[in-house]
Antibody, heavy 123, light 107 residues
Framework: QLQLQESGPGLVKPSETLSLTCAVSGGSISSTTDYWGWIRQPPEKGLEWIGTIYDRGNTYYNPSLESRVTILLHTSKNQFSLNLSSVTAADTAVYYC???????????????WGQGTTVTVSS | DIQMTQSPSSVSASVGDRVTITCRASQGIRSWLAWYQQKPGKAPKLLIYVASSLQSGVPSRFGGSGSGTDFTLTISSLQPEDFATYYCQQAYSLPLTFGGGTKVEIK
């Protein structure tokens, strides 16, 4: 059974870089039919897609965050990561990693989620 | 970007009630729509994909319909464990976008 687990600092200072890792177990991150993504949810707000990585490193990012986001695959560790630079208080949120379907009918659908990790941006 | 608009933003209902939530896309997305359920402090859970296909393990009281721009999630007989927030998401094109959510509360 596929499981995802986020990890990383819970507190980041303004202007610094937020770095999170998603560990994948019960499946391979090198799967050619699966994509991998990050989604966030500010306190008491809705869901925002951050970006997706697939096929050994191709990426799609939300245009609203694209200038600050990097998502990478770490195949030897069966993990993928998120870096978000120049953070502000507006980046405070619960960050989720998820498996994203790469082929129909689950294309672009998040069917397995991590439990989420809370990141607060504050000095 | 495709904007997704859900209504209502909240609904109060009783156990056993039929509940309907709607989601409208700002442009046609064929049947590329998913629905998620989120309980407080938990990650979203996939309920339905391609507008009407039930994810494995999801109770049959959940149903989805629609295509193009207008979609519906129906809970045929609300159960205590269904009180949660529901989100739609378009899976037609990038960037992926979600509706604002509908909170189903106990009447």
């Amino acid at each position: 059974q596929l499981q995802l687990q986020e990890s990383g600092p819970g507190l980041v200072k303004p202007s610094e870089t937020l770095s999170l890792t998603c560990a994948v177990s019960g499946g391979s991150i090198s799967s050619t039919t699966d994509y991998w993504g990050w989604i966030r949810q500010p306190p008491e707000k809705g869901l925002e897609w951050i970006g997706t990585i697939y096929d050994r490193g191709n990426t799609y990012y939300n245009p609203s965050l694209e200038s600050r986001v990097t998502i990478l695959l770490h195949t030897s560790k069966n993990q993928f990561s998120l870096n978000l630079s120049s953070v502000t208080a507006a980046d405070t949120a619960v960050y989720y990693c998820a498996r994203v379907g790469g082929t129909p009918p689950l294309r672009y659908v998040m069917d397995v989620w991590g439990q989420g990790t809370t990141v607060t941006v504050s000095s | 970007d495709i904007q997704m608009t859900q209504s209502p933003s909240s609904v109060s209902a009783s156990v056993g009630d039929r509940v309907t939530i709607t989601c409208r896309a700002s442009q046609g997305i064929r049947s590329w729509l998913a629905w998620y359920q989120q309980k407080p402090g938990k990650a979203p859970k996939l309920l339905i994909y391609v507008a009407s296909s039930l994810q494995s393990g999801v109770p049959s009281r959940f149903g989805g319909s629609g295509s193009g721009t207008d979609f519906t999630l129906t809970i045929s007989s609300l159960q205590p464990e269904d009180f949660a927030t529901y989100y739609c998401q378009q899976a037609y094109s990038l960037p992926l976008t979600f509706g604002g959510g509908t909170k189903v509360e106990i009447k």
